[in-house]
């Protein structure tokens, strides 16, 4: 049995909840003051699909100037693939025969960079495009500072010689996510230097890859709460923000935005009050996400139907679909009552949705599809 289509209300009060709604006019913004922020310092805007997962969304950001996309996902590249996206970069690390097997087909198709970080990685991708006589071009990923994946600098120019020794793989370029900028919470000042380092160093490797011989055209950073800094370090080519369409709590307590910036949200209404201070809403876990990353005991910011912070109240804690909302100011709450959370982290919350509603205020103008979810 197929899940039940609910008719599309025009105003958001009347919506079906939990429901995610986008802020249309935010959402624009944010594409728009991003791609000129780039378009003036000729720095390429390349952003990351998974915050939004929507092509309503991703095709607004091609139309303000995005070169192409990033993506997590071999999902996301075929789905942005057959929508005709012609340059996208795969920021994850083709391991295992199935996604050697899908990096080769794509490569073969043309279009697709995808990223290594050590000669052992690339060794079965780069046999795999040897026997199909592909040549699979790539980009080195290099630590910057976030300790996930990435060589270390020092090491850049040696990985960088074994790997690109395959002539079926092309080296194009290196790539960083300055992740670390996270922990900036409070700290600006501290994340904006922070953010131009993690630029500067990988535009030094570049440099010493070049001195070696490697054609290196794409030097890549990529984050939000880097987006104004990273990029701005001489010689980086390309930026790759993906949170910025949409921001989020996260991005509030980091600086990189005001809650006024912030699109997306989740619709909850108030379903039972036993305990005082303790108001049970139909949003958990599963409308939010649970990742908290910046937030400190909460699962987003809670804000009265209009948007509107309701100052003490928390979003302390959530079960699969109900959460808790406590503090001195949830007294005020009513069983019925609609609130909109505004989510820590808003590429979590994304991928918990199949759909979500645009608004313009309190009017509800189009359902839009999320696609290319695990
Ligand atoms: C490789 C890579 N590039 C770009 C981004 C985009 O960063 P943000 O979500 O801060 O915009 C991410 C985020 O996780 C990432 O992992």
């Known amino acids: 049995m197929s899940a039940p289509e609910f008719p599309r209300p025009s105003t958001v009060d009347a919506l079906p909840t939990p429901a995610l709604l986008l802020e249309n006019t935010r959402l624009e913004r944010n594409i728009a003051a991003m791609a000129r922020r780039y378009d003036t310092a000729g720095v390429a805007l390349r952003p990351h699909v998974k915050t939004s997962k929507c092509w309503e969304v991703a095709r607004r950001q091609l139309t303000a100037g995005a070169i192409g996309f990033t993506c997590s996902t071999p999902a996301e590249v075929d789905w942005l693939r057959e929508r005709g996206v012609a340059d996208l970069l795969w920021a994850h690390h083709p ?45 080195l990923e290099v630590n910057t500072g976030h300790a996930r994946g990435g060589v270390e600098p020092e090491l850049a120019r040696e990985r960088a010689a074994a790997m690109a020794a395959h002539s079926s793989l092309r080296l194009r370029g290196v790539l960083t996510h300055e992740g670390q900028l996270a922990g900036y919470v409070g700290d600006r000042p501290g994340l904006e230097r922070a953010g131009r380092e993690a630029g500067t160093l990988l535009s030094q490797v570049a440099g010493e890859l070049r001195d070696a011989g490697h054609g290196i055209e794409l030097v890549s950073v990529g984050s939000t709460p880097g987006a104004t800094s990273a990029p701005f370090a001489g010689g980086v080519t390309e930026a790759r923000p993906g949170t910025y369409v949409y921001f989020d709590a996260n991005q509030v307590r980091l600086g990189s935005a005001t809650l006024d910036d912030c699109a997306l949200t989740v619709l909850a209404t108030v379903i039972s009050i036993q305990r005082p201070q303790r108001v049970i809403i139909d949003a958990g876990i599963k409308a939010m996400s649970s990742d ?35 503090g001195a100011g949830a007294a005020a709450l009513r069983v019925g009552d609609l609130v909109r959370l505004v989510p820590n982290h808003a590429c979590g919350t994304t991928n918990m949705w199949s759909g979500l509603y645009v608004v313009d205020g309190p009017a509800v103008t189009d359902r839009w599809a999320i696609s290319a979810r695990y």
Do not use: M
């Open 292 to 326: 908290t990353i910046a937030a400190a005991g909460s699962l987003g910011l809670v804000c009265d139907q209009e948007g509107r912070p309701l100052p003490e109240v928390t979003f302390a804690d959530g079960n699969e679909e109900h959460g808790f909302l406590t």
């Open 95 to 139: 391991i295992g025969p199935r996604k050697v097997e899908f990096a080769v087909a794509a490569a073969a198709r043309g279009g697709l960079t995808v990223t290594l970080d050590s000669p052992e990685g690339a060794a079965p991708l780069a046999a795999a495009a040897a026997a199909a006589g592909v040549v699979v071009p790539f980009v």
